[in-house]
C-alpha cells in the first residue's frame, strides 16, 4: 500500500488549521504533529483534528527538536519567525511549504533561498493568488498571445480600512521593525504576481508612501489612549470601537492575528487596556504605512505600478493589463473580468466560470476562489514527482519579488529614491 505523506505544521493559527484541513480532506497525506505556543491552539488541534496531545509541541522549535520526524513541514507561524524555524528544518533535512514572507529582510531572504538551494530543499512559498481562477486565467490570455506584448501592468491592493485597522493597527504587522515592511507583508503576493504575470525580471525600482492617518493627529475630540476610557458618544461614532469590531471578528478568526485571542473574553481584555488590541486606533503603536505607490522597470522596458491603499470599504483586488493588442482588467472579489482585443468588442469573462483548464490542468471553472487547495495540491505533486507547474513559484523565483518588495521599501525611506536591481546576480 501507498505510503501516506506525513505533514506537521508549525503554527496552528488562521493559514494552519487552514492548511490541517485540506491535509485531513486528503487521503493520501496525514498530520502528524503540530507545534504552537498557544494552549488554545494546542486544544483546537486535538478537539478538531484529533491529534493526541503527545502529538501538539508547545512551540516550533520544541518540535524541531525531535529531529526529522515527518516527509514535510508547514511554517505558519508569525512572519518575525519564519527566518529561524526554516534555517533549522532546512538543516534537519525538511522540504518546506513557507508561509508568506520568506522573511523579515533581503538578508535573511537570500540566506533561506541560498541554503535550500545548497542542500537541494523543496521550499514553495504560499504565493495563492497564482492559482486563483481570476490570475490563471489572466495569465493564460499573456501566455497565448491574446493581449499582444505586456507594456504595463497596474496593479492595486484595496486593503479595506477594517482589515488594515486590525492587522496593521492593531494587529500582527503593525510595527515594521517586529514584522515587515507593509509592502512586504501586504504586498508580497502583488510583487510575485507582477513577475510572474509578465515573465521578466524587475530592473529597477521607485517607491512613496507613509502612515498618513492612523495617528494622533487624526484622534477625534473625546478619544482615549484605549477605548475603555473614550468617552460614550466618540465611541459609539467610531468606526474602529474595538468593543463593536472584535467580537465580530473573532467568530470568524478569518483576520490574521486573531488567533492569540481565541476563547478569551474580549470585553474583559480591553476592560484591562490589553495590548495591542485595546488601543485607540488613533493612538497605538503602529508605524505600517497606510499607503504606498511602486513603480517598477522590468528587462525589457515594460513598467508596472502597484498601489497599496488602507482606505477602501471592500478588500480586493484590482488589475489592468496593458498590452500591444488588446487589455484585460477586473476585480478579484467579483471575479469578473473585461477583455478587449483592439478594434473588437469587449468580452465579460467570469473567471469561474470560463477557460476549461489551464497548461497545468488546474480547474478554471472550480469555483474555488482562493485557491488555497490548488497551492496544496501543487506542494503535493513537488514533493512526490517531477511533475512541471507553470503556477508552482521556486524558491529562487519567491525571493526575487520579495527582492523587489524590499528594494521599494529601501526606495520610500529615501523619498522615492530609484533603487538598481540586479537580479542574476543578487
Ligand atoms: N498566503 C497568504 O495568503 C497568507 C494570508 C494570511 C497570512 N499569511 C501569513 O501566514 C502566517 C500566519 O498567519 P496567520 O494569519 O495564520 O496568523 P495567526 O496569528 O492566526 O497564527 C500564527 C500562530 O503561530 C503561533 N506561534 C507564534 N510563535 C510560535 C512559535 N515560536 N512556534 C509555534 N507557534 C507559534 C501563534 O500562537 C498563532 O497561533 C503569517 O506569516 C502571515 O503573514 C499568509
Redo the contacts with the bound molecule.
Keep these: 500500500m501507498k505510503q501516506k505523506l506525513k505533514f506537521a505544521i ?7 488549521r487552514m492548511f490541517a484541513r485540506l491535509i485531513e480532506q486528503d487521503s493520501e497525506a496525514e498530520l502528524v504533529a503540530i ?4 494552549e488554545s ?1 494546542r486544544k483546537a488541534a486535538q478537539e478538531q483534528f484529533g491529534l493526541a496531545k503527545s502529538q501538539c509541541f508547545t ?3 520544541a518540535f524541531l527538536d525531535q529531529g526529522k520526524c515527518c516527509d514535510a513541514i508547514f511554517i ?4 518575525a ?2 527566518y529561524a524555524l526554516t534555517m533549522r528544518a532546512l538543516d534537519l533535512g525538511y522540504d518546506i511549504c513557507l ?3 520568506a522573511a523579515a529582510n533581503a538578508e535573511q531572504c537570500k540566506e533561506i533561498r541560498d541554503k535550500a538551494l545548497r542542500l537541494g530543499r523543496k521550499v514553495m512559498l ?1 504565493h ?1 493568488l497564482r492559482y486563483s481562477p481570476f490570475y490563471q486565467c489572466i495569465r493564460q490570455k499573456i501566455m497565448d498571445g491574446s493581449l499582444g506584448e505586456v507594456v504595463h501592468i497596474d496593479q492595486t491592493e484595496n486593503i479595506a480600512y477594517w482589515h488594515f485597522a486590525l492587522s496593521y493597527v492593531r494587529g ?1 504587522w503593525r510595527n515594521m521593525e517586529d514584522s515587515t515592511p507593509t509592502i512586504i ?1 501586504k504586498c508580497c ?1 502583488d510583487l510575485d504576481l507582477l513577475l510572474w504575470l509578465t515573465g521578466r525580471h524587475c530592473v529597477s525600482v521607485s517607491s512613496y508612501g507613509g502612515l498618513y492617518y492612523f495617528n494622533p493627529e487624526h484622534a477625534p475630540a473625546g478619544s482615549s489612549t484605549y477605548c475603555a476610557e473614550c468617552q460614550k458618544e466618540t465611541k459609539e461614532k467610531c468606526l474602529f470601537n474595538a468593543y463593536k469590531v472584535y467580537p465580530e471578528f473573532m467568530k470568524t478568526m478569518v483576520v ?5 485571542y481565541e476563547g478569551e473574553d474580549i470585553n474583559s481584555l480591553l476592560d484591562h487596556h490589553v495590548e495591542p488590541i485595546s488601543r485607540c486606533v488613533f493612538h497605538s503603536l503602529n508605524d505600517a504605512v497606510d499607503h504606498q505607490s511602486v513603480n517598477l522597470e522590468f528587462d525589457n522596458g515594460s513598467t508596472a505600478h502597484l498601489t497599496m491603499c488602507a482606505f477602501t470599504q471592500r478588500c480586493y483586488r484590482y488589475v489592468k493589463v496593458f498590452g500591444t493588442k488588446g487589455e484585460i482588467e477586473g476585480d478579484l472579489d467579483t471575479n469578473l473580468l473585461t477583455f478587449t482585443q483592439f478594434g473588437k468588442e469587449p468580452q465579460v469573462i467570469d473567471a469561474t466560470k470560463d477557460g476549461g483548464f489551464n497548461q497545468d490542468g488546474i480547474a478554471l471553472n472550480d469555483g474555488h476562489g482562493g485557491g488555497d487547495y490548488y497551492l496544496y495540491r501543487d506542494f503535493v505533486d513537488y514533493l512526490t514527482s517531477d511533475k512541471p507547474s507553470l503556477t508552482r513559484t521556486t524558491i529562487k523565483e519567491s525571493i526575487e519579488s520579495h527582492l523587489v518588495g524590499f528594494a521599494a521599501e529601501e526606495s520610500r525611506l529615501q523619498g522615492g529614491k530609484p533603487i538598481v536591481l540586479d537580479p542574476l546576480k543578487e
Excluded: I, M, N
Design positions: 508549525l503554527g496552528f493559527g488562521s493559514r494552519g507545534a504552537d505556543v498557544a491552539a512551540s516550533g522549535d505558519c507561524v508569525q512572519d519567525e519564519h508561509e508568506k514572507p504560499t495563492v500582527p507583508a503576493h490574521g492575528g486573531t488567533a492569540a
